[in-house]
């Protein structure tokens, strides 16, 4: 019921040891120009108390990726207001790309990822987002990661 993406959109393999790069399961920082985080776009199953996810990658602004890793540990970060950022995980599930849409990243308890919140649109990932998908759907995410074609699901 989960699917995850190992880096955001942009990162190569060959910036692993570069100065000012940094890929983490959670944070990732490309030439100390762009910052990003990991969190979940949670998507209700129709009929099910279980909810479908994607492990996705967002950008922020370099202020708002600093107060982030400041309140990391932090207990009761949850409070913290939602920062706005960029969608940085393509999709290729869905017939227009997931590149770019407007997000809202709210800031969860420790040991959570963040949940990303998207902007209220007719891009179909947006819709899902908030009318939930059916159990078939989630069967047609899982065949085309156990069964990928061309490119794959990312």
Not at 69 to 87: I, M
Not at 109 to 116: D, F, K
Request: hydrophobic fraction near 40%; charged fraction near 20%.
């Amino acid at each position: 019921m989960n699917y995850t993406a190992q880096a955001p959109a942009g990162w190569d393999a060959a910036l692993a040891d570069a100065e000012g790069c940094l890929l983490s399961s959670e944070q990732c920082v490309i030439n100390a120009q762009h910052y990003f985080v990991k969190g979940m776009i949670e998507i209700p199953v129709i009929g099910s108390a279980e909810v479908f996810s994607w492990g996705v990658w967002v950008s922020l602004s370099p202020e708002n990726f600093s107060r982030t890793a400041d309140l990391w540990n932090t207990p009761g970060r949850e409070s913290e207001s939602p920062y706005f950022g960029w969608l940085t995980t393509d999709l290729r599930l869905y017939p227009r790309t997931t590149l770019n849409l407007k997000t809202r990243v709210h800031t969860r308890p420790v040991g959570e990822r963040p949940s990303v919140e998207l902007e209220l649109t007719d891009h179909p990932l947006a819709v899902e987002q908030r009318t939930g998908i059916t159990l078939d759907r989630v069967r047609e995410i899982a065949a085309a990661f156990l069964h990928p074609t061309g490119d794959g699901p990312w």
